[in-house]
Nanobody
């Protein structure tokens, strides 16, 4: 089972990037998925999450209104559209998926790294001022 994140790069403040996370080895169409990020010298933090139906979404306050998480279950792929990027968005971005098919969670569980049993290797996003 593999989650492969891609789409990172370098962009100026105010720019946009779209991250993708392609899953292989199993389907995640009935699993919660999310994006976390880790800046240099900081702990990994929650960025966004989406329920397996694609309707429920949650965002960290720091990215709300600028980032949009979505998924294409037919392609077994997760996305993160990032607009109005800021230098403080600079981080390695990781995609993740929980391992419990069809499970729903209380909102606070979506924000916790421990909810997710599968992790991708990350893609670097660098935003310059």
């Amino acid at each position: 089972v593999q989650l492969q994140a891609s789409g990172g790069g370098s962009v100026q403040a105010g720019g946009s990037l779209t991250l993708s996370c392609a899953a292989s080895g199993r389907t995640f169409s009935r699993n919660v998925m999310g994006w976390f990020r880790q800046a240099p010298g900081k702990e990994r933090e929650f960025a966004a999450a989406i329920g397996w139906g694609g309707v429920i979404t949650y965002y960290a306050d720091s990215v709300k209104g600028r980032f949009t998480i979505s998924r294409d279950n037919a392609k077994n792929t997760l996305y993160l559209q990032m607009d109005s990027l800021k230098p403080e968005d600079t981080a390695v971005y990781y995609c993740a998926a929980d391992g419990n098919n069809g499970r729903t969670y209380l909102e606070r569980a979506y924000y916790r790294a421990g909810t997710y049993g599968y992790w991708g290797r990350g893609t670097q996003v660098t935003v310059s001022s």
